[in-house]
């Protein structure tokens, strides 16, 4: 087995690991509030709805392809998994971007993607995962706080 193909194996992994760990959390979310562990995972699935969304309209127009560059999946839904984090304590949140900051060196060395494909899908993505993952973090904050207004 050559070292691209070790590699290769390494990236595969990387999302399924990070994506059954989310999970993981959001059952310890649950486990202390039902309705924590509900934002939580509306949290989450919001945030791959929009990895699918941008993807879908890609497909459909073509809009990295017309500058001759590619939508990157494996960025967008690693950087949804950064976001859900990206409130959370700060070993979690440490762990998760040193992970996803590997993960995009490994893609760029792989030649998965340029590093104009991840820039763009980051600078694309990241308003809407900010705003979803704050919004998330408000409710949580309402909730702790004993009240329940929208």
């Not at 959390?25 to 202390?32: A, D, F, H, R, S």
């Not at 699918?52 to 809009?63: A, G, H, L």
């Amino acid at each position: 087995m050559t070292l691209y193909d070790k590699l290769d194996v390494i990236a595969d992994s990387y999302i399924p690991i990070i994506f059954l760990y989310s999970i993981y959390k959001i059952i310890v979310y649950t486990i202390k509030s039902k309705s924590e562990g509900a934002i939580k995972l509306i949290q989450l699935t919001t945030l791959i709805s929009v990895v699918y969304i941008v993807q879908s309209i890609d497909n459909k127009y073509q809009i990295w392809l017309s500058y001759t560059h590619d939508y990157s999946t494996h960025t967008a839904f690693s950087l949804a998994i950064v976001y859900f984090y990206i409130y959370s304590d700060l070993k979690s949140k440490l762990i998760i971007t040193a992970s996803f900051l590997c993960y995009l060196l490994l893609m760029l060395y792989q030649k998965y993607h340029t590093i104009t494909d991840i820039l763009t899908t980051i600078a694309i993505l990241s308003p809407a995962m900010y705003y979803i993952s704050y919004y998330a973090k408000k409710q949580l904050t309402r909730r702790s706080n004993g009240t329940n207004n929208p």
